[in-house]
């Protein structure tokens, strides 16, 4: 079933659709969702654990950086996958409906599924205050919807469809659309119908990310999967309590039972995680000259990272590699800065190799290479 899945959480009122989720494609805060009516979020990352960069700063050119320190899948790795090379299966997912499984063992890095939009629709007007008026969308729906093929008909009319309790006689196409869309970038939705079938988890093992190179949606392990474990994304922001997830996951229809929802210490955790990545945020663009601020930011920094990395929280882990380098650029350790700025670049690389938030990042270190000579 993979839930249903629509970027963001649907309620309706009238002819509108009450946004939960802000933030369409730039805004890179938060996981790709399904479309579940409203800012649609499309970002989502790796979670790579690599050791930093040996030797000295002058020894380390720009590229040997990169080399000597990634073992990731290149892209064309991802964009060359079909049915014959699948590294998972379908099947009943306890109390979810259908799921995806894997093969065998995945790596992290390895890519998943790569997937281009069925039909993809414009997004609707957005009302301030109230929300995307949903009901615009369901012409353009049934148009593209009526160019398929019989098979490609019948694989959208297979996927999860939910319904609100309020609703009276509501429309199968939007019902099934808006319970399985992914955004698709230039402010329009699509139906992935492979990946529709993949069930969140608060804790996910593999990341999600929409291509503006190549029009497709990537999922790639963001963890090491064991055979036959269940492959999982998110489709909310994870930096909330349980309570807050589980109220966002209502209007998806279902009840997410993973290790963080059962888990007091995870709650606090990721509390922590949204206070501390806030505040420092708020400072990187303000430097300090005194040492004893600039290790203090250092050391929150790191302890960031520790704590994203023991909640498993993938979607999050380049901005705290990011702010690591930022802090230790600023104390003018460039060997550190070096290393943290590496790790944002190989979480970004493993979704999409020339991606331009890769290539941002790449741009990053070697700048820091060229301070350090």
């Given at each position: 079933m993979a839930t249903l899945k629509l970027v963001s959480a649907v309620i309706f009122r009238s002819l509108y659709i009450i946004p939960l989720l802000i933030g369409i494609a730039s805004a890179c805060e938060e996981p790709a969702s399904p479309l579940m009516l409203s800012g649609l979020g499309v970002c989502s990352r790796g979670i790579p654990q690599h050791s930093g960069i040996n030797g000295s700063c002058n020894d380390l050119s720009f590229r040997d950086s990169i080399d000597a320190h990634s073992?990731?899948?290149?892209?064309?790795?991802?964009?060359?996958?079909?049915?014959?090379?699948?590294?998972?299966?379908?099947?009943?997912?306890?109390?979810?409906?259908?799921?995806?499984?894997?093969?065998?063992?995945?790596?992290?890095?390895?890519?998943?599924?790569?997937?281009?939009?069925?039909?993809?629709?414009?997004?609707?007007?957005?009302?301030?205050?109230?929300?995307?008026?949903?009901?615009?969308?369901?012409?353009?729906?049934?148009?593209?919807?009526?160019?398929?093929?019989?098979?490609?008909?019948?694989?959208?009319?297979?996927?999860?469809?939910?319904?609100?309790?309020?609703?009276?006689?509501?429309?199968?196409?939007?019902?099934?659309?808006?319970?399985?869309?992914?955004?698709?970038?230039?402010?329009?939705?699509?139906?992935?119908?492979?990946?529709?079938?993949?069930?969140?988890?608060c804790k996910p093992n593999s990341g999600n990310w929409w291509s503006e190179m190549t029009d497709q949606r990537v999922i790639y392990a963001s963890r090491d999967i064991e055979k036959d474990e269940e492959i999982t994304v998110s489709y909310i922001p994870l930096l909330k309590t349980t309570k807050?997830?589980?109220?966002?996951?209502?209007?998806?229809?279902?009840?997410?039972?993973?290790?963080?929802?059962?888990?007091?210490?995870?709650?606090?955790?990721?509390?922590?995680?949204?206070?501390?990545?806030?505040?420092?945020?708020?400072?990187?663009?303000?430097?300090?000259?005194?040492?004893?601020?600039?290790?203090?930011?250092?050391?929150?920094?790191?302890?960031l990272v520790e704590m994203i990395e023991a909640e498993g929280l993938s979607d999050y882990l380049d901005?705290?590699?990011?702010?690591?380098?930022?802090?230790?650029?600023?104390?003018?350790?460039l060997r550190e800065a070096i290393k943290w700025a590496t790790k944002e670049w190989e979480i970004l690389a493993m979704a999409e190799m020339d991606s331009a938030e890769a290539l941002k990042a790449l741009n990053f270190i070697q700048l820091l290479n060229a301070e350090s000579t």
């Open positions: 073992n990731l899948p290149v892209m064309e790795q991802m964009v060359e996958m079909s049915s014959e090379t699948s590294v998972y299966y379908v099947k009943q997912a306890p109390g979810k409906g259908l799921g995806a499984f894997a093969k065998h063992r995945l790596p992290r890095g390895t890519p998943i599924l790569v997937e281009e939009p069925l039909f993809s629709v414009p997004m609707p007007e957005m009302v301030p205050g109230q929300g995307f008026k949903i009901l615009d969308m369901i012409a353009s729906i049934e148009a593209e919807f009526g160019e398929l093929l019989p098979d490609q008909k019948e694989e959208f009319l297979d996927l999860h469809e939910f319904h609100f309790p309020s609703e009276e006689s509501p429309n199968k196409l939007m019902t099934i659309f808006r319970s399985n869309a992914y955004n698709t970038g230039d402010n329009h939705v699509g139906i992935f119908p492979k990946i529709a079938r993949i069930n969140h988890s807050d997830r589980q109220a966002r996951l209502q209007q998806y229809g279902f009840t997410c039972d993973c290790s963080a929802c059962n888990s007091l210490e995870s709650d606090k955790r990721r509390v922590r995680i949204s206070d501390s990545m806030d505040d420092l945020e708020q400072k990187q663009d303000s430097p300090s000259k005194k040492a004893s601020i600039n290790e203090k930011r250092i050391s929150k920094a790191v302890k901005r705290a590699y990011h702010l690591a380098a930022v802090f230790n650029q600023q104390a003018g350790d």
